[in-house]
């Protein structure tokens, strides 16, 4: 969701009401992605390394993603979507890890879209997880390293259960991955529009998947 702080500071905004305009674009594209009967939408929300950034925005964010994710908490209910949380939870601020942890908890059993939230999420991060929890089973006996495959690492993910995306959109024009699902996007089909995060419509999200639509995946094979 690139592009809230180039928002704000092009209206001579702070970049904290371009993370505010940021959240209503989150919530248009949550509602239009379950009215699509999408199965699932990743929203990176934070990374490991926008700690880096001044405290206070660092701190604004953290309880503007607390904040919204607990006001979404009727809507997701009444659409039956199930919110899930994809990266080190424990390393959040203990009132925010518990917010965010309320919703997931409440949702758990909905059956429609499931929203993940990439929050305190880096890919390299979670390989290196993914790779501690195998090193694990070998030291305990239960694995053996040349049982390690494809599968054994996709199910040591945070994304254990779910599917490899199929799109990966990114916005505000940049031509990079930043650490984002690097396993999983191996064949994910790669959408980047120069729309900045605030100004992101349904309409737009439409259009990535029309597109999509008319590409023939090959997935290495002719
Ligand atoms: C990137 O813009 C956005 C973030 C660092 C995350 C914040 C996202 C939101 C608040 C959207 C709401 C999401 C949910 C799930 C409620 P940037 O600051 O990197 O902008 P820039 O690239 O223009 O500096």
Known sequence: ????????????????????????????????????????????????????????EVSMLMSLLERSVNAELPELMARNARLRVLGRTHGLPAGVRRGVEHVVHETRNNTGLNVLMAFNYGARDELIDAFRSLARQIVAGELKPEDISEKKIS????????????????????????????????????????????????????????????????????
């Open 1 to 56: 969701m690139d592009g809230n702080g180039r928002w704000a500071t092009r209206r001579g905004l702070p970049r904290v009401a371009g993370h505010h305009e940021g959240v209503k674009s989150a919530r248009s594209i949550v509602r239009a992605a379950s009215a699509l009967g999408l199965r699932y939408l990743t929203l990176y929300a934070f990374s490991t390394e926008n700690w880096s950034r001044p405290a206070d």
């Open 155 to 222: 199910e040591a993910l945070y994304t254990a259960d779910i599917p490899d995306p199929d799109l990966l959109i990114r916005t505000s024009g940049e031509m990079r991955i930043s650490n984002f699902l690097l396993w999983q996007i191996a064949y994910t089909e790669l959408w980047v529009t120069p729309t900045l995060w605030p100004d992101f419509r349904p309409a737009d999200l439409y259009r990535a998947v029309a597109e999509f639509q008319g590409r023939t995946r090959r997935f290495g094979k002719v």
